[in-house]
């Protein structure tokens, strides 16, 4: 009897501790863009006292837990919106589901405040990897080839190509949007963009069905700075250095509903360097070898302009426009000292000076509309993009005998054009809480046409001749139809599931003025992906992931114009190139601990129909580089990498990239395999007072090709910079490659009939001073989430 008084008795004094607790769970939106608010901070409060508090997760979800039976308030609060409170919430003893809450959003003047996001340098996302770009202040000057050494899985050689995981088939978006350049070169619009414009550059190495197929090691987006904030206001930036000088600017206006901007900047670089070649050849029974001295140096400018204006008609629907202008020029001066012989003759001395000119200008014209609906995700986009691009390329040569007396010159123009139409419609539904659905279809229209001529004077005067046989007319239409079908899940038992399927089909149709057949092709491909990820106990994730990936060739792999410009060498495309297709796979896994993180990935990729730079020699040794396609590109690789915060103003992180690659080419009888690395790190101190110095530094090893091999290379840098005028302004100094004057570069090519070698130098060594001032009064407004077409269908680089 005395038990039972005493149990009696506990209850009545902690009956609250033991009554049964229930569940409030409840979606948290923007009322104007009908957008979760990630991050909002709920909190349950009993008697204007608080019980419990919780953030909403990246749909606006958030879960209370410890509610007994009784009445409550429930209070939300997030910058830049009115605080939400929610009065006699009754809660009984099952679990209360409060739909949809929308909060409104306030307007706050800030005056002499600088807004600071704390994100550490490198996130790791469910689909792909974040490095924040404007929290590394060792970029500060350069360009987006610098931005780009970076990140642990890409690599940028010295002559500003890109690979990502070994290989250069990537495809390069800005802002979700493809720059008809990118198709050309890479490396060559990389200078053109800014680092201190660029905010972000997401990784994705295994992209869903929604973005185009192209792009068979993935795609790297760059993302470059916006404003969300009402009013008007911009900065300037300024940047001088031994290699690069570079003026940039913004200017900004919103309002409540109108959102008008424009960005500019004009950027002027140089360069110098030389190279030594050893080459000897036998094909069909003659011999010959080639010595050959170059030193060069170069020059180049260019000017870009961004327009963009957005227009949020109500609360559901939104329209926006960009145009975008960009024009520029480099040339190239070469100077050939040449020792060339053949078997039974003397040997031939003499140089060659030649001045190379690209000559490059386009327009990017975006017309968007999005429509949002009342339940959340839901979302309907038509997007479109019309784009002109110029770039033309000239030559002149004059070659002298030993004497020094000019016995040859030669001149080439190359003009092309590039027009692109796209059309995109889009729609996102969610299924429910935890599942979404998209689906969508577009078409993409290119023409581009290439009118080239060579004329020469083969005795040294200027009465030019045209050669028939080195002029044409290229034309090149292409339409790619393609529709995609994509599903996402995330469970509550923390299992993801994305997985999706498109279709693409490409038309294609080629004519030449004369001298070559004209042809015609088409090919459909359906391209499946798959991944499947899971939250594992103390921080950890485990993702899996196939996909398949094709590759176009474009105009730059196609263009059947022979660039004679180099003593015994050409250049030129293939207008019959195949597509390539790749399929590829990956294992991840993240783990955080505390303050520090760790990503490692194993993946493998295998490439049909590869294309690569192929090398072949005639019987007097002249060499023809064009484009081909080989068997198979295969590679399997492995790469860790991770951060950390050692002290509370000491941040590091670094990676490991190592993979084997395997190049086979039965038909050409050439093979090449080999292991291959890469080694960077990063890390910053701050010294407090607006003071901060960062350190980075990677090594490539040497780099495996079809017909040979390049040795490795390293490169670091490192920066201080200073907030000044009360953190409107930075000033900054860098400093590149400090320890040497230059870099020597091997290079190794062979083949069944030739050997080569040869040694490179570039001078890179360099430093740079910036300034950077940000000007005008802000409120703050958050932003509506902006979309855009994105054509990453096409491939760039140089093949290697």
């Given at each position: 009897m005395k038990k039972l008084l005493l149990i009696a008795l506990l209850f009545g004094v902690n009956g609250i501790l033991l009554a049964q607790k229930s569940k409030i769970t409840g979606f948290v939106l923007d009322s104007t863009a009908n957008k979760p608010v990630e991050f909002a901070t709920v909190s349950l409060l009993k008697d204007s006292k608080p019980i419990e508090g919780t953030t909403a997760d990246e749909r606006g979800k958030f879960t209370l837990t410890k509610a007994v039976q009784g009445?409550?308030?429930?209070?939300?609060?997030?910058?830049?919106?009115?605080?939400?409170?929610?009065?006699?919430?009754?809660?009984?003893?099952?679990?209360?589901?409060?739909?949809?809450?929308?909060i409104s959003q306030t307007v706050q003047q800030l005056q002499e405040v600088t807004i600071v996001e704390q994100k550490a340098l490198f996130e790791e996302k469910p689909d792909r990897l974040v490095y924040n770009?404007?929290?590394?202040?060792?970029?500060?000057?350069?360009?987006?080839?610098?931005?780009?050494?970076?990140?642990?899985?890409?690599?940028?050689?010295?002559?500003?190509?890109?690979?990502?995981?070994?290989?250069?088939?990537?495809?390069?978006?800005?802002?979700?949007?493809?720059?008809?350049?990118?198709?050309?070169?890479?490396?060559?619009?990389?200078?053109?963009?800014?680092?201190?414009?660029?905010?972000?550059?997401?990784?994705?190495?295994?992209?869903?069905?929604?973005?185009?197929?192209?792009?068979?090691?993935?795609?790297?987006?760059?993302?470059?700075?916006?404003?969300?904030?009402?009013?008007i206001n911009g900065n300037a930036d300024l940047s001088l250095g031994r290699w690069n000088d570079r003026l940039n600017g913004s200017l900004n206006y919103r309002s409540k509903s109108i959102g008008l901007s424009a960005r500019g900047g004009f950027n002027r670089w140089r360069n110098q360097g030389g190279n030594e070649t050893n080459r000897l050849t036998n094909v069909e029974g003659i011999s010959s070898a080639l010595l050959q001295t170059t030193d060069f140096r170069g020059n180049g400018e260019n000017g870009y302009g961004t327009i963009t204006a957005d227009w949020d008609i109500d609360s559901l629907n939104r329209m926006s426009a960009s145009l975008n202008l960009y024009d520029g020029k480099n040339g190239m001066f070469f100077d050939y000292l040449n020792d060339y012989s053949t078997q039974g003759i003397t040997n031939q001395f003499f140089t060659r000076n030649l001045y190379r000119i690209y000559d490059w200008d386009g327009n990017t014209l975006n017309?968007?509309?999005?429509?949002?609906?009342?339940?959340?995700?839901?979302?309907?986009?038509?997007?479109?993009?019309?784009?002109?691009?110029?770039?033309?390329?000239?030559?002149?040569?004059?070659?002298?005998?030993?004497?020094?007396?000019?016995?040859?010159?030669?001149?080439?123009?190359?003009?092309?054009?590039?027009y692109e139409g796209t059309v995109q419609v889009d729609f996102t539904n969610p299924l429910d809480s935890i599942s979404t659905m998209e689906v969508g279809v577009k078409s993409i229209f290119r023409n581009v046409k290439s009118d080239y001529q060579v004329s020469n004077a083969i005795d040294g005067s200027s009465n030019f001749v045209d050669v028939p046989a080195l002029a044409n007319v290229f034309e090149y239409a292409q339409q790619v139809a393609s529709t995609y079908l994509t599903y996402s899940r995330t469970s509550k038992n923390k299992w993801g599931i994305n997985a999706g399927v498109r279709y693409e089909h490409t038309f294609i149709q080629a004519e030449f003025l004369a001298g070559k057949v004209p042809f015609t092709n088409d090919y459909g491909n359906l391209i499946p992906n798959v991944s499947i990820s899971r939250n594992?106990?103390?921080?950890?994730?485990?993702?899996?992931?196939?996909?398949?990936?094709?590759?176009?060739?474009?105009?730059?792999?196609?263009?059947?114009?022979?660039?004679?410009?180099?003593?015994?060498?050409?250049?030129?495309?293939?207008?019959?190139?195949?597509?390539?297709?790749?399929?590829?796979?990956?294992?991840?896994?993240?783990?955080?601990?505390?303050?520090?993180?760790?990503?490692?990935?194993?993946?493998?990729?295998?490439?049909?129909?590869?294309?690569?730079?192929?090398?072949?020699?005639?019987?007097?040794?002249?060499?023809?580089?064009?484009?081909?396609?080989?068997?198979?590109?295969?590679?399997?690789?492995?790469?860790?990498?991770?951060?950390?915060?050692?002290?509370?103003?000491?941040?590091?992180?670094?990676?490991?990239?190592?993979?084997?690659?395997?190049?086979?080419?039965?038909?050409?009888?050439?093979?090449?395999?080999?292991?291959?690395?890469?080694?960077?790190?990063?890390?910053?101190?701050?010294?407090?007072?607006?003071?901060?110095?960062?350190?980075?530094g990677f090594f490539n090893s040497p780099r495996v090709m079809l017909q040979g091999k390049i040795s490795g290379f390293a490169y670091y840098n490192i920066a201080f910079q200073k907030e000044i005028l009360k953190k409107k302004a930075t000033v900054g100094l860098g400093f590149d490659n400090f320890l040497a004057p230059y870099f020597t570069q091997r290079i190794d090519f062979s083949g069944p009939t030739f050997t080569q070698t040869g040694k490179s130098r570039y001078y890179n060594q360099g430093w740079r001073v910036s300034f950077s001032y940000q000007f005008g009064k802000m409120t703050s407004q958050p932003q509506r989430q902006k979309k855009s077409i994105s054509n990453d269908d096409k491939k760039g680089g140089d093949g290697n």
């Open positions: 009445l409550y308030q429930i209070k939300i609060t997030f910058v830049g919106f009115k605080d939400k409170i929610i009065d006699n919430v009754r809660v009984s003893d099952e679990d209360l589901d409060l739909g949809v809450i929308r770009a404007d929290k590394d202040i060792t970029i500060k000057g350069g360009n987006a080839g610098d931005v780009l050494r970076k990140i642990p899985a890409i690599s940028v050689d010295l002559d500003g190509n890109v690979e990502l995981r070994g290989s250069s088939n990537i495809k390069v978006l800005i802002n979700n949007k493809p720059s008809n350049l990118m198709a050309r070169s890479i490396a060559d619009v990389l200078k053109q963009i800014p680092a201190d414009d660029i905010k972000q550059i997401e990784v994705i190495t295994s992209p869903s069905a929604k973005y185009d197929a192209e792009g068979t090691a993935g795609i790297i987006n760059i993302i470059t700075k916006k404003n969300s904030l009402q009013g017309l968007d509309y999005t429509k949002t609906f009342k339940k959340p995700k839901r979302e309907f986009n038509i997007l479109t993009m019309f784009s002109k691009e110029g770039e033309d390329s000239f030559y002149t040569l004059d070659q002298s005998n030993e004497s020094k007396v000019v016995n040859y010159r030669e001149k080439s123009t190359n003009y092309s054009a590039n594992l106990p103390k921080n950890q994730k485990l993702k899996l992931s196939y996909t398949q990936r094709i590759q176009r060739p474009m105009l730059w792999f196609l263009n059947p114009y022979v660039n004679a410009s180099e003593p015994l060498m050409t250049y030129s495309g293939n207008p019959y190139l195949k597509p390539e297709l790749t399929h590829s796979a990956e294992i991840n896994y993240n783990v955080y601990i505390k303050e520090s993180s760790i990503n490692t990935s194993l993946f493998m990729r295998q490439t049909n129909n590869a294309i690569e730079r192929i090398r072949t020699f005639d019987s007097e040794g002249v060499a023809a580089i064009n484009f081909q396609n080989i068997a198979q590109n295969i590679s399997y690789g492995l790469s860790i990498s991770g951060n950390t915060k050692i002290k509370k103003k000491f941040t590091a992180n670094g990676a490991i990239n190592l993979y084997y690659n395997i190049l086979n080419s039965p038909a050409l009888q050439a093979s090449n395999e080999n292991w291959m690395y890469r080694i960077n790190m990063n890390s910053s101190y701050d010294f407090g007072k607006g003071f901060k110095a960062q350190f980075f």
